[in-house]
């Protein structure tokens, strides 16, 4: 399959991107850069002023939100698949995570102005943003239900 | 099997535990009712006799009216499963209290006590058996899986008819009082434990706590009596309500009066009342499952909810005529089999519809006034009507009650829909004012806020107003935008202006010369241009000396002035020596010139044939250039050109088509009369696609100037699925305003009903085929084509508000769109209940199936995934047919994602 098809597929099975619609994700999918990391590298560190999104084609990272930068105390690994960096494409806060390159990883990279610049040319990518969003807050809404009933 | 067997019974996947709980809960209950009730008829009917029965219909009104008060102050205030297991508590102590007193003494009184227990505990039962559902279920399943529920809770009114058929000569009619009792405890204990595992109900929203409960309680109903007068459905069904109850307990009063006289012991009619329940309960569960959500889904609610009322009339009707045991069973099985069957899972989807905080004190309300009043009524009247010598003097007002019974359930269907489409309205927060682009001929309030908004510090927010106050009332915008313009920044007050240019100027040309005056040289231009559009002759005399200006801008001007107004002013050949230096100048100047290109019909041949290929060169030059704005600019130029071109501008054209800056989208858009033949059709079916409104529009306008007959070409890229949905959508939106005929638009909306169905068993077909495969592109397809079931879906309901009202169908596709179950029910049960019948009734189902991911009809259309492959390949729209391609091809079988 054309590397195109599986960069849709890795967007639209991300949280960030999962309601924009495929058809609107190809000018994402352009946009992404591939990037390898070896094992031991960090792929940002907590405070750093970050503009990248990263989808994880491949390897393991392992995120912590210790504010030593070293610190291998993980909350969350991930796989194949699994996006992070997100927040920092909408807000300008200092990345809250350091993440660990645990085996040797290749990252699809997404650069916050390109974002923009997608979003003011296709609107549509935004309202999908939005709704990939709020689906999200559900989901937390729900976890925080499900906690608070089983209490 | 079981899966074959719910899918028999609608349930879908994940309800199963909630299903069996709510069936095993409701039989408890209704087993120990159908006990409890032919104990107490049994019991009061011998031992004090049928005579005092309508007092007792007097006492028991007064009874529920205060329970009801109870109830109303704790209804929606706890979740329905705390008072369930109150109400169990009090019943278990009264039921064994009264077997007590009925062993230890010969007090005929706790007959009627016992009688009163049952009847006040099995309203409130019933009432709130409902709520409990609602609070545990949306809409769409409680249509789906009530009338199944309601069928366990039949189930179980056959068991307990059976086991007082068997029980009652053996312990006698007394002692069964222990045997309610016992599954009183049972269900107290299953509603606990579940509650324990499962948490509180899931739609249950705890409203504020509050230190005076009575207060309370009265307020609760005087509420609900409120909302009667707020909403016509409420009132309709309190109508409706009060008359049921009348005609009902006078039909049970007659089949009472009949049985008693019938039978001679107390266990005989113990045992009758047992085998009649266990019959009329066994009828009403053959047609809950099997008839009901089939009748519901084929004739609609609104014909359901006439069906009762029918059957109350002829049964009254039939007493009238013969007062026997036939017609006494026959009214038996109206009130025991039909009512259950259709009349309460009715009644319960129009209280649904209700907004939430109307429904708790609506049910309220019901029980505590309404069904207390009529049931007085009923008592009153029989009292008076019982000694007189016919039993005609008590049927026929109870034929008169069911009449008016149905008339009300007439008014409660008309009132369903409105009511539906108010509730879902409320509950997405949609306005009730249109959008300001919308706002023509709009009252002063809105005037005075767009007003607001063009005085607003923010040049953005400022111009934003200015162009809804110059599309929305353009006798006052002109007025209001020169006065805002005077206190803004040159480039902003520029653009402001340009607004003015389609409005009536005359009256304010000094205001405008006097801004241009004070402005720069750039405003000046702008002002000039919009005064000369207007012809104004000191403007004329002014722009003509600006022929040798400095300004390329102000230059351009006066070229116009000179070529438009000739007679004025003889310059003619000094204004053909300018616009030539323009052309040949920088790119400044070469700019200013496109503001020229419509004077060129001006020109003889000749003196045209002088600037033509000057002006091709220009667009060359200016469309190399590196700055957008300079392409940007020649791109505009180029909308009004209607010469030939060279392949260089025409490949410009295109490569500017696909730029990320969509105003250069746009720009490039609006050039696309100057290609020819199926490569112009193509790339303005591709902009109608865009991912930007404005390119959108811009290509609608393009198709309307290039095409022969606009609205044909249109329908038939929509009817072919040549476009993609987006673009069918814009299309669609278009001919909206061109007033073609409904039918038109039903045909689009049919056929994309049809397509409806063939995504959505070719998504099921793709996913059964998945779950053996696990193919990568498969993948990619069924996220595609979910994506073009949700659009066309949008382009069906997009249609339908030409057929309909528009702001009913906006309702609905809000709903549709909100992506939350309840309003997706109630939208399609909207949407179910439109008129034209057959093709709304498909699209409602497959909305339904949208919706709740259940599609269904696996291999209805496809033979398997390959053949879904193929149809995609094949397909119209082109990202769809390259998905489907690309999942064909047989290399990449078995790559399997993550």
Known sequence: MPDIFDRLLLLKQSSVFSMVSTDDLRMVAQSLEKQEYFAGDHIFEIDDQGDHLYILVSGKIGISIDKDPGSENYIAMLGHGDTFGEMNLLDDLPRSATAHVLEDATVLTLEKTRLRGLIQSYPDISIGMLRSMSLRIREVNFRLLSVKNNK | MINQLERKLLIQPGERGNVLYFLFFFMLVSAGMAIGRSTADALFLKRL???????????????????????????????????????????????????????????????????????????????????YMNQNMNTMQAKRL???????????????????????PVFGTQNLLLLWCGLLITGAVVIIVRHKRHGASTHFRAPKKSQNMLQDCVEQIHQGVKFTYRSSLLRASSLALFFMVLSFYILCYSANRIYTQTFDTEESLTRFFGLLTATTSAVALFLQLFVTNRAISHFGV?????????????????????????????????????????????????????????????????????????????????????????????????????????????????????????????????????????????????????MQGLNHPDAEVAVAF???????????????????????????????????????????????????????????????????????????????????????????????????????????????????????????????????????????????????????????????????????????????????????????????????????????VGCLHLIKGDQCSSLILQAIGDGHMRVRETGIDMLRSVSGDYQECALEWISGNQASLRAQQALLTSLMDAHLPGSVFEEIARSKSGEILLLQDALTTLENADRDTGNAARSLLQYTLREQLDQTIELVLLALESLYDRETIRIIHAGFSSGDARHIANACEALGNLDKGAMISNLSDALQRAAGGDFGHKGQFFAGADDVLRWCADHGNSWLSQCGRQALQPAETGKKHA
Request: one cysteine or more; charged letters at 15%.
């Open chain 2, 146 to 168: 009530t009338p199944l529920i309601y069928a366990g809770a039949q189930l179980g009114t056959i068991a307990g008819g059976l086991l007082l058929v068997v029980a009652a």
């Open chain 2, 466 to 668: 200015a162009r809804i106050l110059a599309g929305s009332f353009p006798e006052k915008a002109v007025e209001a935008i020169l006065k805002r313009a005077s206190s803004m920044e040159n480039a902003t007050a520029d653009r402001i202006l340009n607004m003015l240019a389609p409005l009536e100027l005359a009256a304010h040309a000094d205001e405008l010369r006097r801004l241009g005056e004070h402005g720069d040289l750039h405003l000046k231009a702008t002002v000039m241009r919009l005064l000369l559009k207007k012809g104004d002759q000191q403007t004329i005399a002014a722009a003509i000396t600006q022929l040798d200006s400095n300004n390329p801008r102000l230059q351009s001007a006066a070229i116009h002035a000179a070529l438009r107004y000739p007679d004025a002013h003889d310059c003619l050949d000094r204004a053909m020596t300018s616009w030539q230096t323009l052309l040949a100048s920088d790119t400044t100047s070469r700019q200013a010139s496109m503001d020229n290109i419509p004077d060129l019909a001006l020109l003889s041949g000749q003196e045209q044939q002088t600037l033509l290929s000057d002006y091709l060169d220009a667009f060359t030059a200016l469309l190399a250039d590196t700055s957008k704005h300079t392409v940007l600019c020649a791109l505009q130029g180029l909308h009004h050109w209607q010469e030939r071109v060279s392949p260089d501008i025409i490949a410009a054209v295109i490569h500017n088509l696909s730029s990320e800056d969509p105003d250069m989208r746009q720009a490039a």
């Open chain 2, 49 to 131: 006799g049928i005579e005092y029965l309508p007092l007792m219909y007097i006492v028991q009104s007064m009874l529920l009216a205060a329970v009801s008060m109870v109830y109303a102050a704790f209804a929606d205030r706890i979740p329905a499963e705390k008072f369930f297991r109150a109400l169990f508590a009090t019943l278990i102590v009264l039921v064994l209290a009264s077997w007590f007193a009925m062993s230890a003494s010969n007090n005929t009184l706790i007959y009627p006590a016992y009688y009163l227990i049952y009847e006040v505990a099995s309203e409130v039962l019933l009432v709130h058996a409902a709520l």
């Open chain 2, 302 to 450: 609104r014909t359901i909810n006439l069906l009762f009322p029918w059957t109350t009339v002829v049964c009254l009707t039939f007493l009238t005529f013969s007062f026997s045991l036939p017609s006494a069973m026959l009214g038996s099985f109206n009130k025991d089999a039909l009512m259950p069957a259709f009349r309460n899972p009715v009644r319960s989807m129009f209280f649904n519809v209700l907004p939430g905080y109307m429904q708790g004190r609506a049910r309220a309300m019901s029980i505590a006034l309404v069904l207390p009043l009529a049931l007085m009524l009923c008592g009153v009247l029989l009292i008076v009507m019982q000694h007189l010598d016919s039993p005609v003097y008590f049927l026929v007002p109870g034929i008169l009650a069911a009449g008016l019974y149905l008339l009300y359930s007439r008014q409660m269907n008309k009132a369903y829909v409105g009511t539906l489409l108010t509730t879902l309205k409320e509950r997405l927060f949609l306005p009730d004012k249109h959008m300001y682009s919308d706002l023509q001929g709009c009252g002063d309030k809105t005037l005075d806020e767009i």
